[in-house]
């Protein structure tokens, strides 16, 4: 909306610094924790009165959480309002690419919604049923993944980019589609996976989406493309924008978050982040190095598909209690000291990502 602006800087010079993706970025970083911090303890204060009992809390996890009984969920609704605010004010609205990315998040959003919703009038931690949500999530990726194919080069359409090699690129044609969903799919219930602890969840998602913003803004410069001999994704510079929405959001957010937290973000905010990034992923050929960048998540999705599998297997648990956040909480570790060293991890993680720019 106000890249619009950028038509008046032949009359008004200052009004050419919209044209910069770094000072929209910036802009949105700000709108998005300015709206959560303004507007969260009224959505808090809401959605206590609806809720009543709170979230759910799961009777065979940790005993110590029990005390965080009453707690309202469903927090993500004011990250979901708060980056769209700051992506149709500061992005540029005639690219697609955050056209895309924004639906998949706002769907996400909406099928966790409705997650939450169960489990809070139900009062049980189990809601949406595995296979139909499974089978939205994939529909909305699917799609998201055929525009990102119709909108690349024809050189980048259908191909998947491999990090750590110069110019390696696995023609997929449309079995591009079925991977891409995959990505975003998975990225979107490795986060939902990861949010089980005060604070867990969005830390490393802001340290993903900022790794990503840059990533974006790289990737979609001709020149620093060239540099750095990556693949060049006209218009995804953009994505930018988004990914500083969505730090701003996690910013604010995080401060109602931060233990003891005075709101969870629910599935309505798990899935859909993880699925906004998992969309930006794809859309910047970079698929692979979210696994890299959000490794922790990769990890905390693991340690339940191997308890489960063991478990029917051998009738054994690999891990004293899965996500992997539980093990060590029933390993005698402190909430905190999880949450700290987890974060720890993210930032790690991110850096060796960063470094496949370099590294070819």
Known sequence: MLYELVSFSDQIGILNVFRYITFRTGGAIFTALLFVMLFGPGIIDLLRVKQGKGQPIREDGPKSHFSKKGTPTMGGLMILASVTVATLLWSDLSNLYVWTVLIVTLAYGGIGFYDDYLKVTKQQSSGFGGRARLALEFIVAGFAAFVIMSLSTPELSGTLALPFFKSALIQLGWMFIIVGAVVIVGAGNAVNLTDGLDGLAIVPVMIAAATFGLIAYLIGNVK???????????????????????????????????????????????????????????????????????????????SVIIQVTSFKLTGKRVFRMAPLHHHYEQKGWQESTVVVRFWIIAVILALVGLATLKLR
Do not use: R
Not at 231 to 237: E, N, R, S
Not at 254 to 262: D, E, G, I, Q, S
């Open 224 to 302: 620093f493309a060239g540099y750095l001999q990556i693949h060049h994704v006209a218009g995804t510079g953009e994505l930018a924008v988004i990914c500083g929405a969505l730090i701003g959001a996690g910013l604010g957010f995080l401060w109602f978050n931060a233990p003891p937290a005075m709101i969870f973000m629910g599935d309505t905010g798990s899935l859909a982040l993880g699925g906004a990034l998992g969309t930006i992923a794809v859309a910047t050929k970079h698929e692979v190095v979210l696994a890299i960048v959000g490794g922790l998540f990769v990890l905390e999705t693991l």
